[in-house]
């Protein structure tokens, strides 16, 4: 083993290499991921002590009252035992793991990628990232098209850092910001924002937070309060699928008199 390739594998140079190839770009949260990571031996022989997978998303944080944002983990897969890589050699690892019913969705830049990392005693870790599209669960996605036939608009998907009264299994929520643009709820409200938190394929945790509109004298002390903004929280099944639109609705007209 050449001295001077040692010292360039230790800077990265020459090294061995990284790559996952997945099978599918967009996935439904909940379902397998499948593909393969590929590693590619460099110009000297290197002990493998590991090779990991991280899920990754951003949301925000309030600090000093700026809005920053923190890169959350989703989840960890780890994939091996360590082994040694030949100069040259190529290798192929098999991966499947399910994505995590509560990732969330790749909507208006909320971006989730995969970063494949692999430890290499006295190297520089080399690295592969992966952007995926993660599709909604069926239940959300049922309830976004139900918002949609009611009139109102989806303005805003981000992720947000959660309260520790909702805070679930992640640090953040994705939260939904409707408007109404037509329809009978149109000027009724201010906005809609609507939570997820799918419990399993069978069902899913909806939390709805309704801001309704100023009127009067009366509406902007309420408003000026922020008193005009009420929370509600419902669980579905996929049994009670039919049923959706009318619970959506009695929300609504709840909080439109």
Same mark, same amino acid.
């Given at each position: 083993?050449?001295?001077?390739?040692?010292?360039?594998?230790?800077?990265?140079?020459?090294?061995?290499?990284?790559?996952?190839?997945?099978?599918?770009?967009s996935?439904?949260?909940?379902?397998?991921?499948?593909?393969?990571?590929?590693?590619?031996? #460099?110009? +000297?022989?290197?002990?493998?002590?590991? /090779?990991?997978?991280? &899920?990754?998303?951003?949301?925000? =944080? @309030?600090?000093?009252?700026?809005?920053?944002?923190?890169?959350?983990?989703?989840?960890?897969?780890?994939?091996?035992?360590?082994?040694?890589?030949?100069?040259?050699?190529?290798?192929?690892?098999?991966?499947?793991?399910?994505?995590?019913?509560?990732?969330?969705?790749?909507?208006?830049?909320?971006?989730?990628?995969?970063?494949?990392?692999?430890?290499?005693? #006295?190297? +520089?870790?080399p690295?592969?990232?992966? /952007?995926?599209?993660? &599709?909604?669960?069926?239940?959300? =996605? @049922?309830?976004?098209?139900?918002?949609?036939?009611?009139?109102?608009?989806?303005?805003?998907?981000?992720?947000?850092e959660?309260?520790?009264?909702?805070?679930?299994?992640?640090?953040?929520?994705?939260?939904f910001?409707?408007?109404?643009?037509?329809?009978?709820?149109?000027?009724?409200?201010?906005?809609?924002?609507?939570?997820?938190?799918?419990?399993?394929?069978?069902? +899913?945790?909806?939390?709805?937070?309704?801001?309704?509109?100023?009127?009067?004298?009366?509406?902007?002390?309420?408003?000026?309060?922020?008193?005009?903004?009420?929370?509600?929280?419902?669980?579905?099944?996929?049994?009670?699928?039919?049923?959706?639109?009318?619970?959506?609705?009695t929300?609504?007209?709840?909080?439109?008199?």
């Amino acid at each position: 083993m050449s001295l001077f390739n040692k010292m360039l594998a230790s800077i990265g140079i020459g090294s061995a290499k990284v790559d996952t190839k997945l099978t599918h770009a967009s996935i439904k949260a909940g379902e397998l991921v499948d593909g393969v990571v590929e590693i590619k031996g #460099g110009n +000297i022989e290197q002990k493998i002590d590991e /090779i990991y997978l991280t &899920l990754n998303t951003y949301y925000e =944080k @309030e600090v000093d009252d700026k809005k920053v944002q923190k890169k959350a983990v989703i989840s960890t897969i780890k994939l091996n035992e360590p082994f040694v890589i030949m100069p040259e050699e190529s290798k192929s690892i098999p991966v499947q793991f399910q994505l995590p019913i509560d990732t969330p969705i790749s909507m208006s830049g909320s971006k989730v990628w995969i970063k494949t990392g692999m430890d290499i005693k #006295g190297s +520089i870790d080399p690295s592969d990232q992966d /952007i995926i599209n993660v &599709l909604p669960h069926h239940l959300v =996605k @049922e309830t976004l098209q139900i918002f949609n036939q009611l009139g109102f608009k989806l303005r805003k998907v981000k992720n947000e850092e959660a309260s520790f009264k909702i805070r679930k299994r992640l640090p953040f929520i994705q939260e939904f910001e409707f408007v109404p643009t037509s329809g009978p709820y149109f000027r009724k409200f201010d906005e809609v924002e609507v939570i997820f938190f799918p419990i399993d394929d069978e069902r +899913i945790e909806i939390i709805i937070e309704v801001d309704r509109r100023a009127r009067g004298f009366a509406g902007f002390l309420s408003e000026a309060l922020d008193l005009d903004e009420t929370i509600t929280k419902i669980t579905v099944s996929k049994s009670e699928l039919a049923t959706l639109k009318n619970k959506i609705e009695t929300i609504l007209e709840k909080n439109s008199i």
